[in-house]
């Protein structure tokens, strides 16, 4: 049965439309009967309608990061000559996710969510995009983490489709290593008593292994020169243990450890060589997107390397590296100097012709 | 009560010696009644008593990876040239450790041990160098992580007891991002029910933790490399699950909780500068040993860059950088090349004049 979580809703998260695509088979085997994609947008669609960008979002993410840090008049993301679509990911606890599966899908709620794949979460944005926008072609696809996987499953699934492609701080496929990473993050919230198998009444019951989730995190999501040169004083925050008392716990502890989960478990499974029978350079071979690859110098789990080795078997990608002491959580755009970067690359990529 | 573990005795660990050094006051006000160190020896001490080495240990190590892969008449520590004496460290499980507590040390058996010291592990073997084998001054002092934690207070406790030193993949001062990588690894164990606040029965009790905790160094103790070059299979393995499951896991699971934990505390606060009210250039001012830094330069939590930072405040030092995609956990010198660098750097240091 559906649960209760504040966090979850306008309050928090400003204006976005649940849209209904209706029931969506999934690529496990599983069915959503009714699924509803929170979707916030900005700027207006034109006659021709092809200005538009689509934006991913990333583990633990939504439309509202996008909202406050990456789209705006004075960026390369402008409402004002773009419709910008910000597609919250299945399973984000705004689109249909496990805590919220209500009414057509109670059958789907908490633990029985079924699984969904990456190219889930690209076959209905695809599909939304169509049905309910008119949309059939796209300026450009961005997205961070999860939303770089997803950006990369658009180039790869959907050819010509995306004129340009901006996948950030991500990878085509997902590694080993980000694999280990992110099962010591599941382990962490199961292995929580109160987790009971994901049949908890509350995320609150389940706030232990949310919080060792989020101190994980502390270890992986910034780089080492993070916490040395004490970077979380740009929060305002006076010591570490109250960064992560203020910041980190209460940013994780407030959401549904099954929502969680469902992410997750796609993360780990990002590949776009499932298109090509494992044949990672035959899948990027496909793309004919003009990309951008945006690694971040510090990120400690997607690093510039495991990039720089998918840009080789990528037609029409350049790289551009992201200098950015917190490592990967430098998404948050909490650094002055980060966002001018995206937006640079961003700006230079959109100039492009395609 | 102190708990049997068959892994912490001769079947496992060979021949060392147990020394009682009597009843031993730590720094931070607990006592032990009756201190009893696990001391392996290779090669003979001179008539001078000036031709000894001292070995520390690490986090979950002890004397064996040191006979076994660092020690021999073919290596730098070379056994026909000077007396090699490893002194397990105090809560290592073969050392006084909480889980072999007993006799006149019962009343700090498993949940009720004192907290030690980095400093304390190298006073207590100063005393045992000098009262139990007559040595007064080290050709070297060489340990590896934990063990290199060691060697820098060796160096600025006492300078010119030791006449070279060698921090392997290890700092004077830990990190706050190393505080919260340990961090993670006590919650992990911790957070496990069987672990009763410390008064398990049995480390069997404690497996679910102990795996989570392997898993947690899964991810920090190897490079991203090593996993996505499948580098495990220098071990015959023929999965990552297959390493993780047949050899990190049973590492870990075999080993005592309380005993893990005991180290762990003592890793998350070694700090040179404990000696001058916070000032680490002042402590590491102290050094006269000559020293070869060695930092492997794809370790996770011990980058080059923070021994580099205490190169530059410590006289009469050097760096070289070992070279494994193994990274950290390289000090177990599976990769056939680690062996050869260590020995080539240390003999370097050894030829030196001091």
């Known amino acids: 049965m559906a649960i209760e979580n504040p966090y979850y809703g306008h309050e ?38 092809d200005n538009a960008i689509l ?8 439309h509202q990061i996008f909202r406050d840090v990456y789209i705006g008049p004075d960026r390369a993301l402008n409402p004002d000559k773009y419709f910008i679509v910000v597609v919250n990911q299945i399973g984000n606890g705004l ?26 979460d690209v076959r209905a944005q695809e599909q939304l995009l169509r049905e309910h926008f008119g949309i059939e072609t796209l300026q450009l696809v961005v997205g961070g983490s999860m939303g770089a996987q997803q950006t990369y499953e658009w180039m790869v699934r959907f050819p ?68 040395k040169q004490e970077l979380w004083r740009a929060l ?12 980190l716990e209460p940013y994780f502890t407030q959401m549904d450890p099954n929502d969680l989960l469902c992410m997750a478990w796609k993360w780990q499974r990002g590949d776009v060589a499932r298109h090509t029978d494992g044949d990672l350079e035959a899948a990027l071979g496909r793309n004919t997107a003009v990309a951008r690859i945006l690694p971040i110098n510090e ?15 990528t037609p029409h990608a350049t790289i551009r590296v992201i200098d950015d002491l917190l490592g990967h959580l430098a998404l948050f755009g909490i650094a002055p100097t980060y966002i001018g970067q995206i ?5 230079e990529l959109l100039d492009t012709e395609s």
């Not at 934006?55 to 939504?62: D, E, F, I, P």
């Not at 937006?343 to 700006?347: A, E, F, K, N, S």
């Open 12 to 49: 928090f998260h400003g204006d976005y439309d649940l849209i209904s695509i209706g029931e969506f088979a999934l690529e496990e085997g599983g069915v959503i009967p009714d699924l509803h994609l929170a979707v916030a947008t900005f700027g207006t669609l034109n006659a021709a309608g």
């Open 55 to 62: 934006v991913t979002t990333w583990y633990s993410g939504t």
């Open 95 to 120: 689109s249909t996710s496990p805590h919220n599966a209500s009414g057509a899908n109670a059958k789907i709620a908490m633990s029985q969510f079924p699984k969904v794949r990456i190219g889930d």
């Open 160 to 227: 010509g489709k995306a004129k340009r492609a901006a996948p950030i701080a991500g990878t085509a496929q997902n590694t080993p290593h980000d694999f280990l990473y992110t099962k010591a993050l599941i382990e962490a919230i199961t292995s929580d008593p109160g987790f009971k198998d994901g049949e908890y009444s509350s995320n609150a019951d389940v706030v232990d292994g949310l919080k060792r989730h989020a101190g994980i995190w502390a270890v992986m999501g910034f780089s080492t020169e993070f916490w």
């Open 236 to 247: 305002e925050f006076e010591s570490k243990e109250q960064f992560i008392e203020g910041f």
């Open 299 to 313: 990120d400690m789990f997607f690093p510039v390397r495991d990039h720089e080795a998918e840009l080789e078997l």
């Open 343 to 347: 937006d640079h690359h961003l700006q």
